[in-house]
């Protein structure tokens, strides 16, 4: 079973969430990210939004997550494999770092169709 191909996908699984623990237990940013998350959805009840409203919040949500999770991964191979200052780096940390911006600009913006007419009701007459 150990070995077999149903176990080494469980064994994967378990890695896995191991490192969502480390993620969370660990990187200030994912902890930040999860505390905007959790706080997102208390505002999500608050205002009783759709199902689909609660689709893209969560997908919203996951995208973030995802990139600043591969971003602590890319920031701690950089640290690993060249723990001195260099340009390349500094290159590779910013690109990395820059991914996790388009994620929430797009978080952002998912936002914003989501609350803005409940903010502002009277500028979003459908
Ligand atoms: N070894 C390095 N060589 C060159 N520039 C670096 C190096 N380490 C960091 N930098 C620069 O500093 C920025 C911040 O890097 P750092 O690793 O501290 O990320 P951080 O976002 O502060 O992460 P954390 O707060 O999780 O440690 C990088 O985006 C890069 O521009």
Redesign the pocket.
């Known amino acids: 079973m150990r070995d077999s191909y149903l176990g080494k996908r469980i064994r994967g699984g378990g890695y896995a969430f191991k490192g969502a623990w480390i993620l969370i237990k660990s990187?200030?940013?994912i902890q930040v990210q999860v505390g905007i998350a959790v706080l997102i959805t208390g505002v999500g009840f608050y205002f009783d939004i759709s199902k689909f409203d609660w689709m893209f919040q969560f997908f919203a949500i996951g995208l973030v997550l995802s990139a600043e999770g591969l971003n602590?991964a890319v920031?701690g191979i950089?640290?690993f494999v060249?723990p001195?200052?260099?340009?390349k780096?500094?290159y590779i940390?910013?690109v990395a770092?820059g991914a996790v911006l388009f994620a929430a600009l797009t978080a952002v913006i998912i936002a914003g169709f989501i609350y803005l007419p409940y903010l502002f009701p009277n500028l979003f007459l459908q």
């Open positions: 990187e200030h940013s602590s920031e950089a640290d060249h001195d200052f260099h340009t780096i500094g940390k910013d770092a």
